[in-house]
């Protein structure tokens, strides 16, 4: 019998898109065992080199409405006018399995999930190195144009806002230095006490 069964939890991983959160959070899967990143609903365009039900089940209004109403989701919010949403099924079994599940969501679903599952979610926000850079990144996204581009950076800088809702803070000058930090919070939060399930029997044993 495995006496060290412990429960999975939720990584929120939040930032301004370009802040270099989609590099970092594949790096922590490829890197680590017994965590997966969850895939979200969208209903906005795919880009290029996306690609649907690895990035993002891509879905139309109407689809997503529907899951809405069935009650699909864990949280959806709309970011920049489109719908986003995490799928129970890709987060509630896993956890439940000793899974750990990332999450790349903003701060409006940040909360939704803080509410629904308080000690199941740990929350992480990136932040970029400057402005500058911020900027740099967004402006390489070929497929966006520029007015898209300039709605995007408002909205950067309505994220970077909430940062205060978080338990850690990283600041991403280096994508190694960033993912490495990430792995202390990851490995010390599987220790907590109250996610290592057989503890006390574990602890009998020991008697
Ligand atoms: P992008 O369209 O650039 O991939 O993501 C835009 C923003 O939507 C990012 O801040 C990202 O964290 C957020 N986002 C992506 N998926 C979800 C989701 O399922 N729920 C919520 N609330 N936000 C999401």
Known sequence: ????????????????????KTTICKKIIEEIDSIDLSVSVTTRQKRKNEIDGKDYFFRSDKEFRIMENNKEFLE????????????????????????????????????????????????VFILP???????NRLGKRASEDKKNFLKRMSEARKEISHYTEYDFVIINNE?????????????????RRYRQLNLNIFVDNLK
């Open 175 to 191: 994508i190694e230095k960033a993912v490495n930090q990430i792995k202390s919070i990851l490995f010390s939060e599987r220790l």
């Open 1 to 20: 019998m495995n006496n060290n069964f412990r429960r999975g939890f939720v990584l929120v991983i939040s930032s301004p898109s370009g802040a270099g």
């Open 76 to 123: 959806n919010a709309n970011v920049f006018g489109f719908s986003y949403g995490t799928l129970k099924r890709e987060v509630i079994s896993k956890i439940e399995k000793g899974i750990d599940i990332i999450v790349d969501i903003d701060w409006q679903g940040t909360r939704q999930i803080q509410k629904h599952i308080p000690n199941d979610i740990v929350k």
């Open 129 to 135: 190195p400057s402005i500058k850079e911020l900027e």
